[in-house]
């Protein structure tokens, strides 16, 4: 129990010092505090936004600090270091306070609110969530949440690379409390994954040409596979070639079963065809000459024509 108690009072001694460097150093934009102990003594790293005004001249600012964070919090030998905010406007902290003062100075807070995220978003960050919760608009406690981009609500992702700030306004109503969240503008989340591309095959270099009398040698043998090739193309052909059938006149082989009257009866059948060949082929002569018609006679059979010319001669003249 002795070692959970000591934890405990560390832990709310380095509360109280954020609290009291808030309140002391509120003006020069506090971003935020680190604490760690050391065998020279305790380092303290307070981040703003103006550090002139923390060091003030010739270092009088600082050295009364140090004395107190001394003398009323009993921190042994504390050496103050003081760092500048990169950018102001992704330190949840340093956002908080300014919407805290813009909600003092008179401003609607749903404009206060929109304002921030996209000043905030605009900067680069993934995500932003804002948090106003207070007597808004009446009597009653309401909670007005704005929020844009990409945040985690839990799990190792948002201990990691989520930034919270809280701060609060001071309005005749009431209190009004100011949460900020904002997500790490180059958080790596667990599910973005990269493809690396395959290796880049090297390019050889061109090879000699070969001899004259390999290129033949090659040559020699691609065309004896061919012919290889084609000689077994043609023999499964020939394997799966289906039996030819006999034609009519075809004599049948000896000692084939049946063949003998098969022949027999196409002879027979040959020579009653050859019989009535003639009968056939006179019939329509006969017919032919029958009906042929009747040539006419020459001129010669035809004397009175021939005698009748020569007197027409004789009258004309």
Known sequence: MASERKFITENIRRVLLKEYLMRRVGRAGF?????????????????????????????????????????????RNPQ????EVENPNLNAQIMAEKLANALERGWHFRRAGHST???????????????????????????????NGHIKFCGQAKLNFMQQG????????????????????????????????????????????APEGQEKA?????NEAVEALKKTAEDETKAKKPRAKKKEGEAAAPGAPGEEKKARKRKKKD???????????????QTQAMTAPEQPKP????????????EEKTEGA
């Open 80 to 83: 103050i270091e003081v760092q």
């Open 166 to 209: 809280f701060a609060t306004a001071k309005l005749k109503p009431g209190v009004i409390g100011v949460t900020v969240q904002i997500m790490d503008p180059n958080a790596r989340l667990p599910d973005e994954i990269d493809i690396i591309p395959p290796p880049a095959v090297p390019v050889s270099a061109p090879t000699a040409p």
């Open 299 to 310: 001129l010669a059979e035809t004397p009175k024509a021939a005698e009748k010319k020569p």
């Open 271 to 285: 020579e009653g065809e050859q019989a009535a060949m003639p009968t056939e082929a006179i019939e329509p002569a």
């Open 31 to 75: 971003g935020g505090l680190d604490v760690q102990r050391t065998p020279m003594g305790t380092r303290v790293t307070l981040i703003t936004e103006r550090p002139g005004l923390v060091i003030g001249r010739r270092g009088e600012a600082i050295k009364s600090l140090t004395k107190a964070i001394e003398e009323d919090f009993n921190f």
């Open 117 to 147: 995220v996209r000043r905030i978003m605009e900067s680069g960050a993934r995500g932003c969530q804002i948090i106003i919760a207070g007597k808004l608009t009446g009597q009653r406690h309401r909670t007005e949440k704005f929020k």
């Open 218 to 222: 090659e040559e020699k043998k691609a």
